[in-house]
Nanobody
């Protein structure tokens, strides 16, 4: 399984940004897909997950502002981020696993990350 994120960048506070993650290789799964983020000097933290049946969960810090979705035909995961604040600045990683977890250590498949900076 290979995961490749894209779409990060520099935005101003209050703006929106959508990042993507393309899944290739053994795409059969079924996989739970998740987004994590890590700011310098901080632990990697869970942001959101979407299960194979489409059910979604969000961290309290992003609930109501971020939306996770996926396009199964394109094997692509998305994270739409609205009302961004400087506290959202981090490297964002997508992850895949056969079950849904909020602990990053439970995931075996990771992308290389895409940087989101809000300033």
């Amino acid at each position: 399984v290979q995961l490749v994120e894209s779409g990060g960048g520099l935005v101003q506070p209050g703006e929106s940004l959508t990042i993507s993650c393309h899944l290739s290789g053994d795409t059969a799964g079924p996989y739970c897909m998740g987004w994590f983020r890590q700011a310098p000097g901080k632990e990697r933290e869970w942001v959101s997950t979407i299960d194979s049946d489409g059910s979604t969960t969000y961290a309290d810090s992003v609930k109501g502002r971020f939306t996770i979705s996926k396009d199964n035909g394109k094997n692509t995961l998305y994270l739409q981020m609205d009302s961004l604040t400087p506290e959202d600045s981090a490297m964002y990683y997508c992850a895949a696993e056969l079950g849904c977890y909020t602990a990053w250590s439970e995931y075996n498949y990771w992308g290389q990350g895409t940087q989101v900076t809000v300033s």
